[in-house]
């Protein structure tokens, strides 16, 4: 299992965002929708065996994460509005369980939403082997990860807080990078996708 998780700084848990105006409507969730096809979709397809946790912090008093599951999603396509609509009817929708609470609880086919931040996955991540992605880690290519279970955390066009690093140190994660660059969130989720699959050959 492959995991990404986009951490959030300005978007919002909310729907009320215009689908034609989405950076400066909705606290660049339009960064996230790239990072979401990045994680999840190749040409003609999905990647089954990857989950994305968007990390929506940009409400400070409601932070909230959705979890898009590649294996049971559906009607995925990669344009950016085609997303943004799938993200927009996940965050309008109550829960199964009635609201949003800090366990993952359905909202529409592969997606799942709960309440809280970085913290929320401490359960999620139990027994997955957690990096940290930052231009001043050790090099991917040296250090490839070999578990089954992996976990990839990074910042969007912000990059991570204080706050954000501290809780997501508490995975104790290993930290690298992809380039020598700083590169957009999502293409260093591509970049981190095709060293696995060129090591998977
Ligand atoms: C656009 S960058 C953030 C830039 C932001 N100005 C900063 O200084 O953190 C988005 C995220 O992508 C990841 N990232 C960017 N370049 C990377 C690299 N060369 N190696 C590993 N991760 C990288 C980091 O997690 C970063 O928080």
Same mark, same amino acid.
């Given at each position: 299992m492959r995991r ?74 990669? $344009? ?41 996955? #401490? $359960?999620?991540l139990a027994g997955s082997k957690v990096y940290l992605?930052? #231009? ?7 250090h490839l990860p070999s578990a089954e279970d992996v976990t990839f ?18 995975f104790a994660p290993h930290?690298l ?9 999502? $293409? ?6 095709? #060293? ?6």
């Open positions: 990404f998780v986009v951490v959030a700084q300005k978007a919002r848990a909310s729907a009320d965002f215009l689908l034609v105006d989405i950076p400066s409507t909705s606290g660049r969730l339009d960064v996230l929708l790239r990072c979401l096809r990045a994680a999840l979709l190749v040409s003609h397809g999905v990647r089954r065996d990857t989950v994305v946790y968007l990390v929506l912090l940009g409400d400070p008093g409601r932070p909230v994460t959705l979890r898009i599951e590649g294996s049971a999603s559906r009607y995925l396509r990669p $344009d950016e509005r085609s997303l943004a609509t799938v993200i927009k009817k996940a965050l309008a929708l109550p829960p199964a369980t009635g609201s949003v609470t800090p366990t993952f609880s359905p909202v529409r086919a592969g997606i799942t939403i709960a309440e809280g931040g970085i913290e929320t996955l #401490e $359960d999620e992605l930052d #231009e001043a880690g050790e090099d991917l290519r040296e955390f990074l910042g969007d066009h912000i990059g991570l807080d204080p706050h954000a690093l501290t809780c997501i140190h508490a930290a990078r992809v380039g020598p660059l700083s590169l957009h969130s999502e $293409d260093v989720i591509t970049l981190v996708h095709n #060293e696995l699959d060129r090591r998977i050959g």
